[in-house]
Structures are given as C-alpha cells and as structure tokens.
C-alpha cells in the first residue's frame, strides 16, 4: 500500500489527500450538529457551515423540486472537493485538476451521472423520447451533445486552471520589477489561487445541476396530463 501511494503522481497524491480531509471533517461536523439541541447556539464556524449548506440546499430545490434530497449530497460534495482542489497550492499541494487525467476523470463521472439519473428517473424509453424531441431526426445531434458536453466540463476545469496559472505567472513577472518579489507573492499567489479556483468550482457544480436537472425533468406536456 505504501509503494503503491508512494509511486502515484503529486496530483493524485493531493487529491486523495483532499479526499480524506473532507470525509474526516464532514464526519466531525456531522457529528457536532446532531449533538445540537434547539435550544444551543452554535459556534461561529459551525454556524458557517449550517448556513452555506442550507443556501447550496435551497438553490439545489429550485432546481429539483421534491427529488433534491437525492441529488444534494452528491452535488454539495463535488462543490466542496473542487473548492479544495483548486486552492490545495495553498497549502503547498499540487493541484488534482492539473492532471489531464483527473480532469478528464470528472467528465466520465458528470457524464455517468447525467445519463444513469436519466435512465432512472424518466426510465429508459421516456429518456429515449426525450432525446428524440423534438423530431427523431435529432436524436444523433442530441447524442452528440450527451456525449461532448460532460468531456467539455472537464477540459474547462483543466484549461481554465491551467490558464489562471499562465496569466498568474505573466502578472507576476510584471509586477515583480515594480514591488518586491515577497510581497507580490503574498498578494497575487492568493488572489489567483482562490479567485480561479473557486469561480471554476462554482462553474462546473453549476453546470451538472443544471444538465442533471434537465435529464430528469418531465416534459410540462407529461406534467400536464
């Protein structure tokens, strides 16, 4: 187990790193807030937490109506993952999404999602129809457009990342003739890292709500009947 961990690449490294943080500290939080009782206040950074999750809950909702309890843990736990991936250099970890593969990996897994939810939901011959509207004649340009737009969210989070690092780099070597190297290192390092990261965190979260709410929604014709 250890050669196997030790021979893996820094990416894959920080993601399970990632990975293993996020179910320890979940598992903690989750703990403290079934402990609550009504009538306790919680401490400033539970109450944090309590807040966003019931934020991302209610957007998650008006997206899913009555099936969001389904969808929200999965959804809320790639926001976070990607949050923490995207800004781990901060901690001096390499970052999972500048690894093609992994990037890659969440198409596959956004793609999987997607078309499994459907089959599940609509069940396979509403989801045929779906895909058929609104002629049969563009069932293969809608296939195209299951396959292509999962693969498109995942080189977004690879490109965009890996140009957020371009731009940092081209600003740094600019700025660094005018102030001292540390401390255009302890602005930018900061700003680039987390304004990119979380944008395109944000970015793809928002994007597989919005497909997977549309691979399970029903027709307002089969609503109507």
Same mark, same amino acid.
């Given at each position: &187990?250890?050669? /196997?961990?030790?021979?893996?690449? @820094?990416?894959?490294?920080?993601?399970?790193?990632?990975?293993?943080? *996020?179910?320890?500290? !979940?598992?903690?939080?989750g703990?403290?807030?079934?402990?609550?009782?009504?009538?306790?206040?919680?401490?400033? %950074?539970? /109450?944090?937490?309590?807040? &966003?999750?019931?934020?991302?809950?209610?957007?998650?909702?008006?997206?899913?109506?009555?099936?969001?309890?389904?969808?929200a843990?999965?959804?809320?736990?790639?926001?976070?993952? #990607?949050?923490?991936?995207?800004?781990?250099?901060l901690?001096?970890?390499?970052?999972?999404?500048?690894?093609?593969?992994?990037?890659?990996?969440?198409?596959?897994?956004? /793609?999987?999602?997607?078309?499994?939810? =459907?089959?599940?939901?609509?069940?396979?011959?509403?989801r045929?129809k779906d895909?058929?509207?609104?002629?049969?004649?563009?069932?293969p340009?809608n296939?195209?457009?299951?396959i292509?737009? @999962?693969l498109?969210?995942?080189?977004?989070? +690879?490109?965009? #990342? *890996?140009?957020?690092?371009?731009?940092?780099v081209v600003? /740094?070597?600019?700025?660094?003739? *005018? +102030?001292?190297?540390?401390a255009?290192?302890?602005?930018?390092?900061?700003? +680039?890292?987390? =304004? !990119?990261?979380?944008?395109?965190? +944000?970015?793809?979260?928002?994007?597989?709500t919005? %497909?997977?709410?549309?691979?399970?929604?029903?027709?307002?014709?089969?609503?109507?009947?």
């Open positions: &187990m250890i050669d /196997f961990y030790t021979n893996l690449s @820094p990416n894959l490294k920080a993601s399970l790193i990632i990975t293993g943080f *996020l179910i320890v500290m !979940f598992i903690i939080i703990r403290k807030i079934d402990k609550l009782k009504p009538t306790d206040t919680p401490g400033k %950074f539970l /109450f944090m937490i309590i807040m &966003m999750i019931e934020m991302l809950n209610n957007q998650i909702k008006d997206f899913y109506g009555k099936q969001w309890k389904t969808f843990p999965l959804l809320i736990a790639i926001l976070f993952y #990607l949050a923490f991936a995207n800004t781990s250099s901690v001096g970890l390499a970052n999972p999404l500048a690894n093609v593969g992994i990037a890659l990996s969440f198409s596959v897994f956004a /793609f999987l999602t997607i078309q499994i939810s =459907g089959l599940v939901v609509r069940k396979p011959w509403n045929l895909l058929s509207a609104p002629t049969p004649l563009l069932l340009l296939l195209i457009s299951e292509s737009t @999962p498109a969210m995942g080189l977004r989070l +690879f490109g965009n #990342l *890996l140009s957020g690092s371009v731009m940092a600003v /740094f070597n600019l700025l660094n003739a *005018l +102030f001292s190297g540390l255009t290192t302890l602005v930018l390092h900061p700003i +680039f890292n987390i =304004g !990119f990261g979380l944008i395109q965190a +944000f970015v793809f979260y928002m994007l597989l919005i %497909f997977l709410s549309m691979a399970i929604e029903e027709p307002e014709i089969e609503e109507a009947s």
